[in-house]
């Protein structure tokens, strides 16, 4: 008897520190989720901000630099390859098909493995001017991009009106 009341007992013990263990986890979870929705809020570009000088060519041959941007303008960046990027994609395409001033005021900047960015231009190219570039390309630096996809919005002086994460948070009516 007394073997089985030392069993019950360590059982008992086990049970609690497994279960101490069990809120520690659930609790650092929270925390994790926490961190990740204020990053996901987060967007770059951020609003108010102008790009630094950037000079680009699209693909099909176009030199676009920060000073040559039409206003309005709508840019989107998109990395090949990112679950995200690739569900926000037609979204994009939609929004980019009614927005003011048409496909030479919507630029959009692809980056990742050659073949997987070639699938994303072809998607792009009818409503939106794309530029392919590497993770840390003049464009995505000029506008201190730190994760995909991103939206903006900038006006006839370059300053970021509207920046998110996905399209349904950018406005539905832009200034012309």
């Known amino acids: 008897m007394p073997y089985l009341i030392a069993l019950v007992v360590v059982l008992a013990l086990l049970c609690a520190v497994n279960l101490v263990f069990t ?11 926490r961190l990740l929705d204020d990053e996901r809020r987060r967007p770059r570009p951020n609003m108010g901000d102008v790009p ?8 099909d041959g176009r030199s676009v630099s920060r000073d040559s941007l039409p206003a309005p303008l709508l840019i989107g960046f998109f990395s090949a390859g990112c679950r995200p990027c690739e569900e926000a994609l037609p979204e994009f395409v939609r929004y980019a098909a009614s927005f003011p001033g048409g496909r030479e005021h919507v630029l ?3 980056n990742g493995p050659s073949d997987d960015v070639e699938e994303y231009r072809g998607r792009l190219t009818e409503a939106a001017q794309v530029i392919t570039e590497l993770p840390d390309g003049p464009v995505q630096t000029a506008f ?25 948070d950018l406005p539905d009516a832009v200034p012309a």
């Open 23 to 33: 809120l520690g986890v659930v609790r650092r979870l929270r925390e994790h989720t």
């Open 108 to 110: 959009a900047v692809v």
């Open 52 to 59: 630094a000088p950037f000079s680009a060519t699209t693909t």
């Open 144 to 168: 201190a991009v730190d994760g995909t996809p991103a939206f903006g919005v900038l006006d006839g002086n370059r300053v970021v009106l509207t920046s998110a994460r996905m399209v349904a």
